[in-house]
């Protein structure tokens, strides 16, 4: 039995990558003769440091992080190479070509520990025009971020990748294509029964809100409904930068009673019963390299509750609601309105949606079918 270890980028909590991508590939490459432990540098939720523990068969190992330390960083690669050392796999897959773990993996690759096998995971566009472009990292971490993105690729042995657009730039970097391979995100379960819970009127947004989402687009389609007399609640669940200024705009199109800004709910039952009890979940994205890049696991969570799905046209939106699975939108606020306007004044024929969205995903987009293919494709099992 081949043991892996999966470098991971980050906590296995609050952000998604960890709990949505890493752990459920890992629970499937069980079933084809792999050890896989998660092993986690928790610096962005300190108390998980030190803590170890297996979940669903995977064992799962939290590095001791410092709180506040100026030492911090080195003390963060050093505790990573350690624990490899310790746990001698006979792979190390990287999860994001970034970061702490992505200097690890640099440093393992090149210096003669015990000869191992490297996989790399790339699940976002991290450098130039990409996340460094939209997030405020140091000018510092920028410079390395944007190094990694485009060297580690061509230390990995196998990458798997979440979307044909980060495909398609990784080809053109002149990693050989048959090196990589698309492996998109799925839900984390698929129900076989879905109770069908009674809609109330609202539509609904989860995540957080950065200068990425173009939040105000559905704000500004909820004031042109009004004054249709279309009469539709807007339900944001989340934080981030831009809640002041999506309260103003509300405010200022004298909607601000039909936008409900419901905060960060911990508890994500809850947030799952306002999902199945809302109309539709829509994600307008603003059309950029990062949002082409990423694959929105959320969008395939929906699709398993057999939710109807509204989102902007762009990247793999298109792979996963195309052929009537859902309804992509241009990026405008007035393509919005009426894609909206359409379906609020006929909700009943919006259920072959629904329909298709749930059978695409119970017979195809799942990490069981996805994970099969991906270790046929390689010939990877034990």
């Not at 790339?122 to 939209?134: H, R």
């Not at 998109?184 to 009674?198: G, S």
Request: proline share 5%; net charge positive.
């Amino acid at each position: 039995m081949k043991k892996i270890v999966f470098l991971c980028p980050f906590a296995f909590y609050p952000k998604g990558t960890v709990r949505a991508r890493c752990f459920p590939i890992a629970k499937e490459l069980k079933n084809y003769g792999y050890e896989p432990i998660l092993l986690i540098p928790p610096y962005d939720n300190t108390e998980e440091s030190g803590k170890s523990y297996v979940l669903d068969n995977v064992k799962i190992v939290n590095i001791n992080v410092p709180n506040e330390s100026i030492f911090k960083p080195f003390i963060i690669v050093r505790n990573l190479i350690k624990e490899i050392l310790l746990l001698k796999p006979d792979i190390v897959y990287l999860f994001k070509p970034k970061g702490f773990s992505g200097i690890v993996y640099q440093l393992f690759k090149y210096l003669p520990f015990k000869k191992m096998e490297f996989w790399l995971d790339v699940d976002d566009w991290e450098g130039k025009g990409g996340v460094n472009k939209i997030n405020p990292y140091p000018f510092f971490w920028k410079m390395i971020f944007s190094y990694q993105q485009e060297k580690l690729p061509f230390m990995a042995d196998i990458i798997t990748v979440a979307s044909k657009t980060l495909e398609s730039l990784l080809w053109s970097r002149g990693i050989e294509p048959s090196k990589i391979y698309y492996l998109p995100n799925a839900p984390l379960k698929i129900e076989n029964r879905i109770k069908q819970e009674k809609e109330e009127n609202y539509l609904i947004y989860v995540g957080y809100f950065t200068y990425g989402m173009a939040l105000e687009d559905i704000i500004e389609a909820v004031s042109l409904l009004k004054k249709d007399n279309i009469f539709v609640n807007f339900y944001i669940v989340g934080k981030g930068v831009m809640q002041a200024e999506l309260e103003n705009l509300a405010k200022k199109l004298n909607v601000e009673n039909q936008i409900k800004f419901l905060g960060f709910i911990k508890d994500y039952e809850k947030v799952k019963d306002l999902i199945k009890k809302s109309l539709a979940c829509v994600l307008p994205y603003r059309d950029n390299l990062v949002n082409r890049a990423r694959c929105a696991s959320k969008i395939a969570e929906y699709m398993s509750m057999r939710k109807l799905v509204f989102a902007s046209a762009i990247g793999e939106n298109i792979e996963f609601l195309g052929n009537n699975r859902g309804i992509l939108v241009k990026s405008s606020a007035y393509d919005w309105y009426e894609k909206l306007k359409d379906f609020l004044n006929n909700p009943s024929a919006y259920e072959i949606y629904k329909d298709n969205a749930y059978k695409y995903v119970k017979n195809h987009l799942n990490w069981q079918n996805l994970v099969k293919n991906f270790v046929k494709n390689f010939n990877l099992s034990q």
